[in-house]
């Protein structure tokens, strides 16, 4: 496996919002989708929302949520930096967790599945307290 370079995450009170970012692979790698999972203490690792990556796929950047997550949370590319943007609004307690990004080739398919991606970021911290 390899590592993805992510960043962004901290505490925040309920309502509010954090941004997290993850490094693209470059071009070529053959990975094609990116996913965003989080693990809270005790649970399993979930994947909530995925993107396949800019200028890789016909489909373009097609973003899929979770219900739980949908109108919450939003994936955003930049494709100049090479990098691709977790916003969450309207952040709430059961949001707590470790935030990972992902990598994986083969575009969506199982996209919710945490075993099907080999590149994973190192994990950031989001906290929301009420």
């Known amino acids: 496996q390899g590592q993805l370079v992510e960043s962004g995450g901290g505490s925040v009170q309920t309502g509010g919002s954090v941004r997290l970012s993850c490094e693209a692979p470059?071009?070529?790698?053959?990975?094609?989708?990116m996913g965003w999972s989080r693990q809270a203490p005790g649970l399993e690792r979930v994947v909530f929302a995925g993107t396949y990556l800019a200028g890789r796929a016909f489909l373009g950047p097609t973003t899929y949520y979770i219900d739980s997550v949908k109108g919450r949370f939003t994936i955003s590319q930049d494709s100049t930096k090479n990098t691709v943007y977790l916003q969450m609004n309207n952040l709430k307690p059961e949001d707590t967790a470790t935030y990972y990004c992902a990598t994986k080739d083969g575009g969506n398919f199982r996209w919710g599945r945490p075993d099907e991606y080999g590149w994973w970021g190192q994990g950031t911290q989001v906290t929301v307290s009420s």
């Open positions: 470059p071009i070529g790698s053959g990975r094609d989708f």
